[in-house]
């Protein structure tokens, strides 16, 4: 069982830049990729950034490519989602996800976080 929890979300004007942390917890070991996810109000959840701990390849959507940046700290079993420039349409509850093996897909993981709300003002 790995146990995930989000924070540093926030409210923040457009352009401005937010920090994501999402904490790791339990069977770390397991953890083969892990991604953010979000979902605004009335709409699906959709798939940010992702990244995989044995290769350290990283993968974006294009709606957040250039603008954010997903790293890790070993040390700390933690992923971090930079996100610059942020535009209205960033609004949405963030979610961490987490897989325990290789899948071609990536909407499917194993784990979720609670969430944390980024609310961008124009």
């Known amino acids: 069982q790995v146990q995930l929890v989000e924070s540093g979300g926030g409210l923040v004007q457009a352009g401005g830049s937010l920090r994501l942390s999402c904490a790791a917890s339990g069977r770390t070991a397991s953890t083969y990729a892990m991604a953010w996810f979000r979902q605004a109000p009335g709409k699906g959840r959709e798939f940010v950034a992702r990244?995989?701990?044995?290769?350290?390849?990283?993968y974006y959507a294009d709606s957040v490519k250039g603008r954010s940046t997903i790293s890790r700290d070993n040390a700390k079993n933690t992923v971090y989602l930079q996100m610059n420039s942020l535009k209205p349409e960033d609004t949405a509850v963030y979610y961490c996800?987490?897989?325990?093996?290789?899948?071609?897909?990536?909407?499917?993981?194993?784990?979720w976080g609670q969430g944390t709300q980024v609310t961008v003002s124009s």
């Open positions: 990244f995989t701990w044995s290769s350290g390849s990283t």
């Open positions: 996800a987490a897989a325990r093996e290789w899948r071609a897909s990536i909407y499917e993981y194993d784990y």
